[in-house]
């Protein structure tokens, strides 16, 4: 299975970003293989709009059963959702540290979004 997260970095010890949409990089973790690609997100950066609508219809087509992030806006969680991918809130300072929260089951599915849209 395969698990999205939110960074700027390019590897585990990377912080774990806040926004989806916007969040330069995504890391791609293979639970089964416990192996990562990093894919850039750098388009949606500095979108004027529908970076989360563009950055969920990617993560989508990434193959993620989950994306773990630090916020997720209306537009990214109905397409997101839409996908069948899970939507996991963090607020863990890397990456390491959100994918060690998943593997502890300490996070939860997001029911809804919780900002609003153009959140920076």
Known sequence: MKIVFTTSGTDLDAPLDRRFGRAPRFLVYD???????VVE???????????????????ARLGAKAVVTGHCGPKAFRVLSA????????DAPTVAA??????SGAL????????EGHWA
């Open 31 to 37: 639970l089964e293989g416990q192996t990562f690609e």
């Open 41 to 59: 997100n750098r388009q949606n950066l500095n979108a004027a709009q529908g970076a989360g609508i563009q950055s969920a219809e990617a993560v």
């Open 83 to 90: 996908a069948g991918v899970a939507i996991l809130t963090s």
């Open 98 to 103: 959100a994918l060690d929260q998943y593997r």
């Open 108 to 115: 939860t599915e997001a029911r809804a979004a919780d900002v």
